[in-house]
């Protein structure tokens, strides 16, 4: 079993170690994982500033959020990774980054991450136009938005991210459901679309738990059936994630989110 989507150090304080390194091995040994995919949000690293201007400058709330996490160097990150890389481990394991996609910065991001090699890059959409639309603290704004015309940009800006084929993987394709917004709209023709894309691009897509994990367990599990289904008939290659953004959930919800999966 794998978990592909395990956030790192995520800001935690106690820096980049062994110690700390060898607490994600001994999680997912106990959870039965045979291979984990370790990353970090770009938006911890300075060196991606001028990709976050765009959410910055959409409100006072943005700035400070973006601010008060861009406190480290990715140059730390690398070097932490070339140590572990000189050790064999009983558990798979991958380095990425989990890189927020925002299209007016998309050619800055390009430049920026031709810099760096990973063992996967995953595409995440938590912009849409300058807005994070999946933080609480920004809930609110949904009462003022058409949720059809969200959900079409949504998944445009996911297209571009496809397209720019910067990536490996797709994060939770479908977060934009975190608050339980529904479109009154078919959206199967998105849906067949982001599956061409992703097999264009050789690209696999998250079949995630974060959102039951991280907003509430009240949360459907997991892709949602109508988009699965496309997915699967299109032969997209799907990969189990935990979302954990700590030690203790490496592998959460990872043998349901596996069982959701007919076709292997």
């Not at 980049?16 to 370790?38: C, N, P, R, S, W």
């Not at 070097?79 to 989990?98: A, N, S």
């Not at 938590?126 to 704004?141: N, S």
């Not at 993987?169 to 679309?193: Q, R, V, W």
Request: proline residues 3%; glycine residues 6%; charged residues 25%.
């Amino acid at each position: 079993m794998k978990d592909v989507h395990i956030h790192f150090l995520h800001g935690d304080p106690i820096g980049y170690t062994m110690d700390f390194f060898e607490g994600f091995i001994k999680v997912a040994q106990e959870t039965g994982l045979d291979e984990i995919y370790l990353l970090e949000h770009t938006h911890q690293f300075t060196e991606f500033e001028k990709v976050y201007e765009p959410v910055q400058s959409y409100n006072e709330f943005q700035y400070n959020w973006v601010t008060k996490r861009m406190t480290e160097s990715i140059a730390d990150y690398t070097r932490f990774i070339k140590t572990v890389k000189k050790t064999d481990y009983p558990v798979k394991v991958k380095f990425g980054l989990e890189v927020c996609y925002i299209p007016k910065t998309a050619d800055i991001l390009s430049e920026i991450l031709g810099n760096y090699k990973f063992d996967f890059l995953t595409g995440s959409v938590h912009w849409i136009d300058g807005w994070g639309f999946d933080h609480p603290r920004q809930k609110e704004t949904w009462e003022s938005k058409n949720v059809e015309e969200v959900y079409k940009r949504y998944y445009e800006i996911m297209f571009q991210l496809c397209e720019s084929g910067l990536f490996s993987g797709l994060a939770h394709p479908d977060s934009i459901k975190c608050f339980g917004h529904k479109p009154n709209m078919d959206l199967t023709e998105y849906y067949n679309k982001l599956a061409m894309l992703l097999n264009k691009h050789g690209m696999y897509a998250e079949n995630s738990g974060g959102l039951r994990l991280n907003y509430s367990p009240e949360l459907e599990l997991g892709l949602n059936p109508q988009l699965l289904s496309v997915l699967e008939k299109n032969k997209v290659q799907i990969e189990t994630a935990s979302d954990a953004h700590k030690q203790s959930d490496v592998g959460a919800n990872i043998r349901e989110l596996e069982r959701m999966i007919k076709h292997r």
